[in-house]
Structure formats: C-alpha cells, structure tokens
C-alpha cells in the first residue's frame, strides 16, 4: 500500500495482512504539533510496517515517521527547520491482551479504529526536542557569542550562574 493513507486504520487487521504503509500526510492537519510552528508547509512521511507472527498472537509495527518543521531557535530567536524523525517499534495488543499484560513502554493498544494522523503527530511530538536550538556551529548567536570573546570556556565557567542566553540578552540590549 503506498501514496495515499488511509485517515482511520485497524493495526490489529494491518498486522495479520503483513501490510506496508507508506505515504505522505499535510503537516497542516497536525494542529497540536503545528503549535510551535511558524509554518504549516511540508508533509508528514510515513513508512511503517506491520506484522504477525502466523499464529496471530504477537503483533507489532516497526518503521519511522518524518517530518521537518519551521519553528523557532531558542538561542537566536531566528527561524529554523527542524528535522523530526519517530522511530517506531511498537507492540500491537488489544484491549483484552493489554489487561495481562505487564507494563510495557511501547505498545499500542487498540480498541477500535486508529486514526493514522493522531498516531503520527503523537509520535512526531514526542520526537520534538524540548529546547529546539540550530546546531552550535550554525546558529547566529553562537558566532555573535564567539565574536564578542565569549567563549566555550567562559560559558562553561558561568554556565550554573549565568546562562549564554543572559549574555546574549546583554549583548543585544547594550547593541542599542
Ligand atoms: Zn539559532
């Protein structure tokens, strides 16, 4: 199965058909994502695999879920694209196998249809780092930091006091 996804999926019956699915999504239908976005262009890649061994009883679906963003670096305030990648490896388990089961982290527990695009943006959000910043080598702050003498070391030896993004806010409020 690949091109267009389905909207609600029954991973139970995806894993006992051995099914592939792979295609593309909007960005723009992941609201809850696109929150901290600054742009809802792009697409969400979905690629994943379902399977079961012959005898039904243990279902999984590995494989990854991509995205790249437009968000907001926290040391420049600049925009910058952030590539998301989810890899998943996940149980399947109904609601009756769930109930017997011992804890486990990643495990999909489906008691009815599945929503593919919820599931992707869980995945994707789950995925976002908690303080999106450009790379150290990329981001314009670092070089303004590098450019006015403050070094990795200075930042190092102040770091518990004073944080590069208090320096940074000195120096942007002293360019006035
Ligand atoms: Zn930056």
């Given at each position: 199965m690949s091109g267009a996804?389905?909207?609600?999926?029954?991973?139970?019956?995806?894993?006992?058909?051995?099914?592939?699915?792979?295609?593309?999504?909007p960005l723009k239908r992941m609201t809850r994502l696109l929150a901290d976005c600054r742009s809802g262009d792009g697409e969400v890649r979905i690629d994943l695999q379902f399977r079961s061994d012959p005898n039904g009883e243990r279902r999984s679906v590995q494989g990854k879920i991509e995205a790249s963003i437009e968000t907001t670096c926290e040391r420049c305030l600049e925009s910058m694209t952030l590539p998301l990648l989810a890899e998943i490896d996940m149980l399947i388990v109904t609601a009756e196998q769930a109930s017997v089961m011992d804890d486990h982290e990643d495990v999909l527990v489906v008691k009815g249809p599945v929503s593919?695009?919820?599931l992707a943006e869980n995945e994707l959000?789950?995925?976002?780092?908690?303080?999106?910043?450009?790379?150290?080598?990329k981001?314009?702050?670092?070089?303004?930091?590098?450019?006015?003498?403050?070094?990795?070391k200075d930042r190092q030896d102040g770091g518990e006091?004073?944080?590069?993004?208090?320096?940074?806010?000195?120096?942007?409020?002293?360019?006035?």
């Open positions: 996804l389905p909207t609600s999926i029954d991973p139970v019956w995806l894993a006992d058909q051995q099914t592939h699915l792979s295609g593309t999504i593919l695009g919820e959000i789950l995925a976002m780092p908690m303080i999106p910043m450009h790379p150290e080598d981001c314009p702050a670092s070089a303004l930091l590098r450019d006015q003498g403050i070094d990795e006091k004073q944080s590069p993004f208090a320096k940074l806010a000195e120096l942007k409020r002293s360019d006035r």
